[in-house]
Structures are given as structure tokens and as C-alpha cells.
Nanobody
Framework: QVQLQESGPGLVKPSQTLSLTCTAS??????????WNWIRQPPGKGLEWIGK???????YYSPSLKSRTSISRDTSKNQFTLQLDSVTPEDTAVYYC?????????WGQGTLVTVSS
């Protein structure tokens, strides 16, 4: 059973780059057919899908965030990483990683990232 754990700074200054890592255990991020997603939830708002990287390394991004987002992976560490550039306070949210295959499942516990000077 795969488990996911997000890690990274809890505070980022405006205009800087937010960088988070998701470490998977109990399953490989290269296992066929699975994709590895980043999702966020701003305070008081709903979930927003940010993007994903597939088992083969192909990336897909939300159109609204595509210009600022990069998702990559390190298969040797079984990790995938989110980078979000030029952050503003509106990027303050709980950020989750999750595995998907015909739906999102195996979520991490989430990590709060606050954008503030």
C-alpha cells in the first residue's frame, strides 16, 4: 500500500519559488498506469488540481497555473517535486500530493504553505 509524504518550507516570500517534494513509499512512481499529482486547497476554498507527472515522466498542468508550474521526479529517490514560480499570497494553501489511476487516491497528509513577507 503506497504512502505519500509532502515536505518543504512552510513559509515562502512573495515573488519567490515554492518548492515541495512528495516521497512515495510502498510503491514505485514508475509503476505502469499510475500518475502522481499535486493538488492544493486555499483556506476556505475548494480543492484545485495543479498538475501531474505520469509513470513514464510525462507532465500535465492546470491551464491556469501552467505558466508558473513545473513538476519533476527523481526515480532513484522515489520522489516527485512541485515548483511554483512567482508566488503571491493567493498561493497560500494546503498542498497535497496524491496518486491517481481512474481517480485520485492515496493522498498525502498535506502541508500548509503560507506566502507572506
Amino acid at each position: 500500500q503506497v504512502q505519500l509524504q509532502e515536505s518543504g518550507p512552510g513559509l515562502v516570500k512573495p515573488s519567490q519559488t515554492l518548492s515541495l517534494t512528495c516521497t512515495a513509499s510502498g510503491g514505485s512512481i514508475t509503476t505502469n498506469n499510475y500518475s502522481w499529482n499535486w493538488i492544493r486547497q486555499p483556506p476556505g476554498k475548494g480543492l484545485e488540481w495543479i498538475g501531474k507527472i505520469t509513470y513514464s515522466g510525462i507532465t500535465y498542468y492546470s491551464p491556469s497555473l501552467k505558466s508558473r508550474t513545473s513538476i519533476s521526479r527523481d526515480t532513484s529517490k522515489n520522489q516527485f517535486t512541485l515548483q511554483l514560480d512567482s508566488v503571491t499570497p493567493e498561493d497560500t494553501a494546503v498542498y497535497y500530493c496524491a496518486r491517481s489511476y481512474n481517480g485520485l487516491h492515496a493522498w498525502g497528509q498535506g502541508t500548509l504553505v503560507t506566502v507572506s513577507s
